[in-house]
């Protein structure tokens, strides 16, 4: 192995050097950067022990690893590396929703927060942080440790405003390093229907390829008061805040199904995923569900953002609205659909949607999808199953290794086989649906839900209104599922415990050390509120009150901060 011939496109400081090990992008050494001075003494002792690039760390071909798109982090010259064991990371960066595109909302290398040092009191939110943004934030804060900005390493947060900026904070003191206005956000007053105002800018949350350092995000923009509307796409260096070549680009697919896309009828809410070269952007209604709108995941070639395709569910409705998108496994995405308005329509789906050379498809088969047996009266009843992201989870050791879990308003539970989706539902809409299914929620699981997995156990913490499952009381909050192998073999679940009371809870989040120090952290909007609970046995180890609270939007932590979105800021926590 030798070192690079060019340096990568992350620009280093004059005493700074990186070095990078020809590794899939999980296990990548690209952007672990070392002292000068030092670099030799790494090239020995580190880039000898690096994994032959036709397997990574975990034994995944780099297919597997990039479809994986498990981010890089920085780690400090290691004293003594096992030989073919990368350095374990130190640092962790969130470069989409919920973590990674399984959207499971664990953080698994956080070395500070812990529950020992939080039952100790001693998180407290940072007063002095206080950036100054242009707009309200709906979507998730993206986080990147130690990155050169013009020139200084910083810890670097990235948050996208609905006056359609994008902005660099640096981490610890809330100053904008840089800033970026995309475009002309649209009036609310402009649209036939809806709910954010006064303006409609970036709402999902954007993406980041750590590969490149580049951000892609997606605005909502107009030319002129709202006549004309039109969703763009960019690709921005988060190093400088320039945008990349190409792009800007309007977001204009090939039709599908019969049906053309139309920015005015059409929104815009979930996060971006990033997938083997292409950005998977969806769109649903807005709120109210006015309009001809249908649900559509438009794939955008990055490489050439001009070559665009697309999927689009037949019939009226069936949109895709909820905050995380779609999810993948690194083969194919997952996506819920909202309620139909017509016999054709695809309402109150879960479905495999097949990644193709020439664009996402949809096969059809009853493997590909699954529907509630209840699906007619969902439709008529706004019950959509889609106001929930996918969770994608694995589960060694059961006949059914491979899950998918999804909610709805409904407040119903559904564990299903992401192998085998199973078709139309074979219950009676609350139980014996997919693998198994329950009332976890009576007032509906909304926005999006997490999981965390040991050696020993696998959660996951749903999120929601209304009464609990027993043997929880109260109202509001997240539900924690453990997982276990029932008696026909096949994965099931049991309600473990509850957090107290939340209303309008956010999308949770979960840091770890590895499998220790295991903690759920979520928000609630009313009142405004973040708490935090020791995973191993439910107890809450944190809690305040921040100024205010984005209701859905989730809780980032990382690096021992906590960043909680607010109606018009950003709220920093850290150990004092």
Request: hydrophobic letters at 35%; a negative charge.
């Amino acid at each position: 192995m030798t070192l690079p011939t060019r340096l990568p496109r992350r620009p280093t400081s004059p005493t700074l050097l990186t070095v990078t090990c020809s590794l899939p992008r999980a296990s990548r050494c690209a952007l672990r950067r070392v002292s000068l001075f030092r670099c030799l003494a790494f090239s020995v002792a580190v880039l000898p022990g690096c994994p032959d690039a036709s397997r990574s760390d975990s034994g995944d071909t780099p297919a597997a690893q990039d479809a994986d798109d498990a981010s890089s982090v920085d780690a400090d010259l290691p004293d003594a590396p096992a030989p073919d064991v990368p350095p374990p990371p130190e640092h962790a960066s969130v470069t989409q929703f919920l973590s990674d595109i399984r959207r499971t909302g664990a953080n698994r290398n956080e070395r500070v927060l812990t529950p020992t040092s939080l039952r100790a009191g001693r998180l407290r939110r940072v007063t002095s942080f206080l950036p100054t943004l242009d707009g309200q934030l709906y979507a998730q804060p993206l986080y990147l440790p130690r990155l050169d900005v013009r020139g200084a390493v910083h810890d670097v947060v990235l948050v996208a405003t609905q006056n359609n900026s994008l902005f660099a904070l640096d981490a610890d003191t809330g100053i904008a390093l840089w800033q970026l206005h995309v475009g002309t956000p649209v009036p609310r007053a402009s649209q036939p229907c809806g709910n954010i105002a006064p303006t409609v800018g970036v709402v999902g949350t954007p993406v980041i390829d750590e590969a490149t350092l580049t951000l892609y995000a997606v605005s909502f923009e107009t030319p002129d008061a709202g006549v004309t509307k039109r969703y763009v796409v960019h690709a921005v260096d988060v190093r400088t805040g320039v945008e990349r070549a190409g792009y800007p680009q309007t977001i204009a697919p090939p039709a599908s199904n019969g049906s053309t896309f139309d920015a005015h009828a059409t929104g815009q809410r979930g996060a971006s995923l990033l997938l083997n070269g292409q950005l998977y952007v969806t769109f649903g209604g807005l709120a109210g569900d006015c309009g001809m709108y249908h649900g559509w995941v438009a794939a955008i070639d990055v490489a050439n953002p001009t070559r665009q395709s697309a999927f689009a569910t037949p019939g009226r409705g069936s949109g895709l609205w909820a905050p995380g998108g779609l999810a993948s496994d690194g083969t194919s995405l997952f996506i819920a659909t909202g309620n139909g308005f017509t016999p054709d329509a695809m309402g109150e789906y879960v479905a495999r949607i097949r990644v193709a050379s020439a664009g996402p498809t949809f096969g059809g088969s009853s493997t590909d999808y699954f529907t509630p047996s209840d699906r007619l009266a969902l439709d008529l009843s706004d019950g959509d199953v889609g106001s929930v992201t996918p969770l994608l989870i694995d589960h060694p050791g059961s006949r059914t290794p491979h899950l998918l879990f999804q909610g709805g308003k409904r407040g119903v539970g559904y564990l299903l086989n992401r192998d085998d989706l199973g078709g139309p539902g074979r219950g009676d809409g609350t139980n014996g649906e997919g693998l198994q299914s329950g009332a976890l929620l009576s007032a509906g699981i909304l926005g999006a839900n997490a999981t965390w997995s040991s050696a020993r156990e696998t959660y996951i913490f749903v999120s929601g209104r209304g009464g609990r499952a027993a043997p929880c009381t109260g109202g509001g909050g997240v539900v924690a599922l453990r997982l276990r192998v029932g008696a026909s073999g096949t994965s099931e679940f049991e309600v473990a415990w509850c957090t107290a009371t939340i209303g309008n809870p956010g999308s949770p989040w979960v840091t770890s050390n590895g499998d220790a120090s295991a903690i759920l952290w979520v928000v609630g909007a009313s009142p405004p509120t973040v708490r935090a609970y020791d995973i191993a046995d439910g107890t809450e180890v944190f809690s305040d009150a921040p100024p205010s609270v984005r209701y859905w939007t989730p809780v980032v932590a990382a690096d021992g901060r906590v960043f909680v979105t607010g109606q018009d800021g950003l709220f920093m926590y850290r150990l004092n």
